[in-house]
């Protein structure tokens, strides 16, 4: 059986997600070695601040680049919660803010309900780096990318100057991860 | 009959396409309105430096973001070029950069063949913003995205203290599009 794993990161727009996609499919494919995908689609929510990106890590070429069937479904708004937990599969995994996501859907799928922007804002000083805390989580939580590759993606795609700051970021993302799976 | 417009930018890594994919989606959907998905695939050859960024702009939900029959081309290295003209409809158009790309194909698709790289160079200061004196080009060739959802959408990603030099390259990429189609 062909492995496909897909990702959905969803919040508002200045989140971030974008730059979050990237990095994890550039991890997975030109570090770790594996195919990867990464796409936005913008529709009519886009112009209402939603924001959503995808990314496919597969064995195989990926023909189809639209995630359907997700295993990892990341919300930093209740309104993206609400919107995409549907997609999510049973056995999959519900990563969510827990400054403002404060309704979860029912499902066979795991909970995360972790202070992902809080911990940016508190550990880091910068609510902005909530994107690269979520990363350091749903790499501990999937187990789909090595820890080494998201590092060296996330420096080659941060700005100049915060890769310090970017690392520590990812760093306190892994810890919160660890701190609920134990 | 629904509108589809498939744009692959293609070159090296480095050359900032995946960020003139996204501006270029962006400025699609958020600023006028119309869907929009940006795609990139990661396979093997990523680990080689070639990078490629799809962009599909369509009056409907975009189903299959994928680029399959592109309308538009861009090339800012041989390889790139030898690579995907063959996924060139007979009706689209072909960009490439005239340093870069030597050896030009053949079809029945109109080539633009210009120097994308040296007017970043020359005019701007900047080799590295031949992505957006790209975009300047393709957004003038095309014709389905407007030049003010271009620009708003270049100031709206670009590096903070960047935007008047980036305003400048695209507008060298308007110019020079239209100092080749009069």
Redesign the interface.
Known sequence: MPYRYEIRLSGEGGQGL?LAG?IL??A???YD?I??????????E??GGASKSEVIISDE??????ATQIDLLLALTQEACNKYWPDLKDSGALVVDSSRVTELPKGGFKIYHLPIIETAKDQIGKAVVANIVSLGVITAISGVVSREAVEKAVRARV?KGTEELNWRALEAGFKLAHAQTG
């Open positions: 974008v990237l499919a550039e997975a494919a030109i070695g195919n990867a995908t990464q796409t936005q689609a913008y529709g009519p886009s112009r070429e990926i023909d189809y680049p639209k700005p």
